[in-house]
């Protein structure tokens, strides 16, 4: 298995990377989500 | 139609595609196909890498499609998908970099040669960074967006360069060999199957930043709106 430490290495980068993304996005959305939906009751509250 | 596109483009039915995908594609790379002769074990990075670059390929033509509609018609619509895919395309092109390099190192013995597809996709790197930096640092978010556009088209020409490179330029980078016949049927088969698997993660990813970037665009409105009675 001669060069299987560079195989890992690319798989592990590019996972890594990938759920990172994916991570950011997800908690950008959470944080967007809480915004809004203060923003609409805050709304609600002023008719 | 309109039920359907929906039905497809719903995260949760497009992160459970993107999964079977992913699992199919792994299972296929790690256990179906056979070790390649001269490179050994490491040319299973192949798998992936072209893969990566075929999206990013794409993530650039939707940025040039969008980018051109959203100058023609100035809907934000187009110009929210550029951005989206924009941001997504410099990621997959950081992975095509490094994946590119660790490959390189246990093939060529060294991590970056100023080879012609590793520099002009070295470049294409930078152009879509601009565009992104451009976008950051604009003083008005609408001249951002236009000047983004342009990038976005202008920068788009790197990418049948980078594409060419290899038949262009002599090269130390392999040839088109899914177009040479240098792939066996497994081999093939496992190509295929991992870019249908990035091309749905590419798209699941598109889906959900875009739908941010809408939810962006109504939070500033609606605290606009609530500012404004204030």
């Excluded at chain 2, 978010?141 to 980078?162: H, N, Q, T």
Aim: hydrophobic share 55%.
């Amino acid at each position: 298995m001669e060069n299987s430490g560079y195989l890992l290495a690319a798989y592990s980068v590019i996972w890594a990377v990938v759920f990172c993304f994916v991570f950011v996005l997800s908690r950008r959305q959470r944080r967007l989500q809480r915004e809004l939906d203060y923003l609409r009751k805050k709304m609600e509250e002023k008719g | 139609m309109q039920s359907l596109k929906k039905y497809i483009f719903h995260p949760n039915i497009l992160l459970s595609l993107t999964f079977a995908a992913m699992m199919a594609a792994l299972a296929l790379v790690f256990v179906y196909v056979p070790t390649e002769k001269t490179m050994g074990v490491v040319q299973r990075i192949f798998y992936f890498h072209v893969p990566l670059a075929w999206v990013c390929f794409l993530a650039y033509a939707v940025v040039f499609v969008c980018s051109l509609l959203y100058l023609r018609q100035r809907d934000t619509r187009w110009d929210r998908l550029a951005h989206s895919s924009a941001e997504i395309g410099i990621i997959f092109t950081t992975l095509v970099l490094i994946a590119g390099t660790i490959w390189a190192k246990a093939a060529w013995g060294s991590w970056w040669t100023w080879d012609a597809r590793l520099t002009t996709t070295l470049i294409l790197w930078f152009i879509y960074f601009a565009y992104l930096l451009v976008r950051a640092y604009a003083t008005e978010e609408s001249r951002g967006a236009r000047y983004a556009a342009v990038i976005g088209i202008m920068g788009f020409i790197d990418v049948p360069i980078v594409a060419l490179s290899i038949i262009l330029w002599r090269t130390s980078h392999p040839g088109p060999l899914i177009f040479e016949g240098g792939l066996t049927s497994s081999m093939k088969l496992t190509l295929m199957v991992c870019i249908l698997a990035f091309t749905l993660l590419y798209v699941y990813l598109l889906v959900n930043s875009n739908s941010i970037r809408r939810a962006l665009d109504e939070v500033k409105s609606l605290k606009h709106f609530v500012d404004g009675r204030n």
